[in-house]
């Protein structure tokens, strides 16, 4: 198991990367964005995936190709069971990566209406944060559990929030479910995955380690 985090950087623009050429094509059919920067993240998703595959696999991007859930959730199509998993928190990309469904979530620490969101989590959660001390933390630790959670079962947050506890045992396809948690006084990272080994953080630098090899 293997998860990269990258951030964008003010040097990295939509022309820098219109300038990539093989192997990091874009795969993903282009999806219209409200705002630049919301393509510029996805574009660059899409090429951490290939990155990701490669290095940790082997694989290379033209043995490979997308397919999408009826909820929109893309996979991947190979002779063999390869997953990933995707999340942006501007300037933010995490993306996870096993040969078992893995799901993950990252978000910035920032102040939010706690109280209003709180409310829809199970009782047991809702004391878990107001009793923590760290306010911030504690709830971004519950909403990233939950959030990698039904990433992994492929679901999205179409479930009911306080329909399942994340500090209870969790399981999906006969399989428990483990969190395994990566943070700093900037973001935090959940991964639910089916093992206890915890996965492997790489820290990825588009401009050093991908894009000026490629342009």
């Given at each position: 198991m293997y998860i990269i985090?990258?951030?964008i950087e003010d040097s990295?623009?939509?022309?820098?990367?219109d300038l990539i050429t093989h192997p990091w094509k874009e795969k993903r059919t282009p999806i219209p964005y409200r705002f630049e920067s919301d393509a510029l993240m996805h574009k660059i998703g899409d090429i951490v995936v290939q990155y990701g595959l490669l290095k940790f696999f082997g694989v290379k991007?033209?043995?490979?190709?997308?397919i999408f859930s009826e909820l929109g959730k893309p996979h991947i199509v190979y002779d063999k069971e390869l997953f990933f998993n995707l999340s942006y928190a501007y300037p933010y990309i995490v993306c996870a990566f096993d040969k078992l469904p893995i799901g993950v979530d990252i978000e910035k620490k920032r102040v939010i209406d706690f109280d209003g969101i709180i409310s829809n989590f199970t009782i047991n959660e809702q004391y878990y944060i107001k009793e923590s001390g760290s306010l911030i933390s504690a709830f971004y630790d519950i909403w990233t559990r939950k959030e990698s959670y039904v990433k992994l079962m492929g679901v999205g947050l179409n479930e009911v929030l306080d329909s399942f506890d994340v500090l209870t045992p969790l399981s999906h396809e006969q399989n428990i479910c483990q969190f395994h948690k990566y943070s700093n006084k900037d973001f935090i990272i959940n991964a639910c995955t089916y093992k206890r080994a915890k996965p492997m953080l790489v820290k990825l630098?588009?401009?050093n380690d991908i894009l000026k090899h490629y342009i």
């Open positions: 985090i990258t951030s990295i623009t939509q022309d820098l990367l991007p033209n043995q490979w190709e997308y630098n588009l401009l």
